[in-house]
């Protein structure tokens, strides 16, 4: 999706024009990775504009520097107020926001070590990662020939920008045979989840998400899915999924910043069909939920 270019870019606690937000060309993070990132989403409402779960992903952002020796050099507390601060100078509602801290210019090899860490947030307008119709009634997914990477590869508990490639080679390889998103197994033959989103799965009345150990990123929009399931007193269960469950689910759907609540229709040729209830249910809460519309959450939702 092309970027809608805004006013300002935060970098290293100061607001730059979009245009100059620049970095060198040997930066070590463009070389090697050595980038941590995350995706944050801002909702209108009618309380004004309400970031969704803002101290959560700061938080995740600081644990994935920690995993990579990084030292970021704001907190938590001050990335949350620069980023609400950033959103007012560009006078926006509604945004995806990309905060990132990387290795700098200075080093290069690689030891990362020397290299000074940058940090920047940025933000644009973005609808929903995989479409208003993907949204609506689903998408066609193909179960990659690309594995997951593994915790003795990467720790995919971290959010790294290198890790990514990962992802971006079971993404092309999706579009390229006739698909709108991958999904990705573990090392072990179970299902991981997609390239930038986790999965649920409902069977008989009950929803299933693959657990840590299956190689996933620990997503906040799915905590917050399962935290909505419980408050709604539906059956999880956080167990190994394999390819055979996800070819019989009654359900399917993504769920991510980007992707929100998108549901699967089809994996692989097996038909599992249009958006079922417990998703259609799930949806309509969490959309009321970022919208400000759920009063006992308004503790997920930090109001610019």
Same mark, same amino acid.
């Given at each position: ?33 050595? =980038? ?14 309400? #970031? ?12 994935s520097a920690e995993i990579y020796l990084k030292k970021? &050099? ?17 006078? @926006? ?37 995989? =479409? ?5 009634? =689903? ?13 003795? #590869?990467?720790? &995919? ?7 990514y490639l990962n992802s971006i080679l079971a993404k ?22 997609? &390239?930038?989103?986790?999965?649920f799965i409902a069977k008989d009345g009950i929803l299933?998400?693959? &657990? ?59 038909? @599992? ?32």
């Open positions: 999706m092309p970027l809608n270019k805004v006013d300002k870019i935060w970098m290293n606690g100061k607001l730059v024009d979009w245009d100059d937000a620049r970095i060198h060309v040997l930066t070590h993070g463009l070389h090697y990775g050595t =980038g941590v990132f995350e995706g944050i989403r801002c909702y209108k409402t009618d309380r004004g504009p309400a #970031v969704f779960r803002l101290r959560e992903h700061m938080e995740r952002l600081h644990d970021i &050099p704001y907190t938590a507390e001050e990335l949350c107020d620069a980023t609400k601060k950033l959103i007012k100078a560009n006078k @926006i509602e509604e945004c995806y926001i990309r905060p990132i801290a990387y290795r700098g210019y200075g080093e290069m090899g690689l030891n990362p070590l020397k290299s000074p860490v940058d940090t920047a947030i940025a933000l644009w307008s973005w609808g929903t990662y995989l =479409g208003e119709e993907g949204l609506k009634n =689903g998408i066609r997914a193909k179960i990659s020939s690309f594995e997951r990477i593994s915790p003795n #590869v990467m720790p &995919p508990r971290a959010k790294a920008t290198g890790q092309m390889e999706a579009l390229d045979c006739g698909y709108d998103e991958a999904i990705l197994m573990d090392g072990r033959g179970m299902i991981s989840e997609g &390239p930038g989103e986790n999965i299933y998400t693959p &657990p840590l150990h299956a190689s996933i990123l620990p997503g906040i929009t799915r905590d917050s899915i399962l935290k909505l399931a419980k408050d709604m007193e539906m059956h999880v269960h956080i167990t190994d999924v394999d390819r055979a469950l996800l070819y019989t689910a009654d359900e399917a759907f993504f769920t991510g910043t980007a992707a929100e609540i998108t549901p699967i229709r089809e994996v692989d040729g097996h038909h @599992i069909g249009k958006p079922g209830p417990l998703t259609k249910r799930l949806q309509e809460k969490f959309f009321r939920v970022i919208r400000g519309k759920e009063g006992q959450y308004d503790n997920w939702l930090d109001f610019v």
